[in-house]
């Protein structure tokens, strides 16, 4: 059989150090603080367990752009107003700052420009993407499957071979729903965090129908209304729920900040939260816990997110994972003032 070869992480190990540093000493990355005892640790590992660098690796440092792209399949417009996508830019600038190299921002809103994310790679000369909010109808990911070229994505699509980082969003919206129905709610309302073409929004939808099919309520298509990432979305789903000659004693929003305009739209109706109507969110953005009142909510770790995404990106670039790895992260509800 044959030998199993020596990688970083072996070394990271034997050292004691992470990963990170193990790369920073090995290719003697300039401008990172790393002390003298830190930096021989690094070098006796690799010396004992006879580490041989990856061609790689060494060529991401030397040869390569050292630069990744994030790209997100939605306007700018609903960047600046989306304080989660924010915190996954947090985790990922973590990582980028680490390895030594630059972060590319870029919107692709317009799927049917064609090879969209293909020429964004080709012209922007990068090493790799990470995918955020992938959508059910993008076909240019099967392309840059096909190709080999490094991609993550923070989301998942099912019938796709590509490294993804996501949660387990059918199972949090039902823990939401489930919840409201443990307060005795019977008449739930939802408002999707995005249209369903986006495959996040539809697991939440689903994880709220199959909430209220194991309770044995019917689903109503008439209490179930469409956001679009922004709080505006948010106000004009709720107002036209309210509107409905039996409207819901409570609603799950599957965005907070989708969730921040319906709140607005159920006080300007003169109606209390939660006495007339409960609210529960999803993502636990940090401006949830200052609402009036608080907002009960779905924990996402959002940082983590992109950290992890990041990492993973890093290991498909340097070949020390195949594609198709996928991470589930765990969430957690967050009882606020919003549902009582």
């Not at 540093?21 to 006879?50: C, P, Y």
């Not at 790209?71 to 996508?85: G, N, T």
């Not at 073409?197 to 697991?203: C, E, N, Q, R």
């Not at 890093?314 to 790895?325: K, T």
């Amino acid at each position: 059989m044959a030998k199993r070869r020596v990688t970083s992480r072996d070394v990271a190990e034997r050292a004691g150090v992470s990963r990170t540093t193990v790369s920073f000493v090995l290719n003697e990355v300039e401008g990172v603080r790393i002390s003298k005892e830190t930096r021989q640790r690094v070098l006796t590992a690799a010396k004992d367990l006879g580490y041989v660098p990856d061609a790689t690796a060494q060529a991401l440092v030397s040869r390569r752009t050292r630069i990744i792209g994030l790209v997100f399949s939605r306007s700018y417009h609903h960047l600046a107003s989306d304080a989660f996508l924010l915190q996954i830019v947090d985790g990922l600038l973590d990582v980028v700052r680490q390895h030594g190299i630059r972060l590319l921002l870029d919107s692709v809103e317009n799927l049917d420009q064609k090879d969209s994310y293909l020429s964004l790679a080709r012209a922007k000369r990068i090493d790799g993407i990470i995918l955020s909010l992938p959508r059910t109808d993008d076909q240019e990911l099967h392309a840059l499957a096909e190709e080999g070229f490094p991609v993550v994505l923070i989301g998942r699509l099912p019938t796709e071979k590509i490294c993804s980082v996501d949660v387990d969003n059918r199972s949090a919206s039902k823990t939401a729903v489930e919840y409201l129905l443990s307060q005795g709610h019977k008449r739930i309302g939802c408002i999707t965090n995005a249209p369903t073409s986006f495959i996040a929004a539809s697991d939440r939808l689903r994880g709220y129908q199959e909430a209220l099919s194991d309770a044995g309520l019917a689903y109503d298509k008439n209490l179930v209304r469409y956001g679009d990432y922004s709080p505006h979305s948010g106000y004009e789903a709720m107002s036209s729920l309210l509107q409905e000659a039996n409207s819901p004693t409570a609603v799950f929003v599957a965005s907070d900040v989708v969730a921040f305009g319906a709140m607005t739209a159920i006080q300007e109706h003169k109606l209390k939260i939660p006495d007339d109507i409960a609210v529960i969110g999803f993502d636990d953005v940090p401006l949830s816990r200052y609402m009036n009142p608080p907002l009960t909510t779905i924990r996402l770790p959002a940082k983590n997110l992109g950290h992890r995404a990041g990492e993973l990106l890093f290991d498909l670039i340097l070949h020390q994972v195949e594609p198709g790895r996928r991470v589930t992260l765990d969430t957690e509800l967050v009882i606020r003032n919003s549902t009582g």
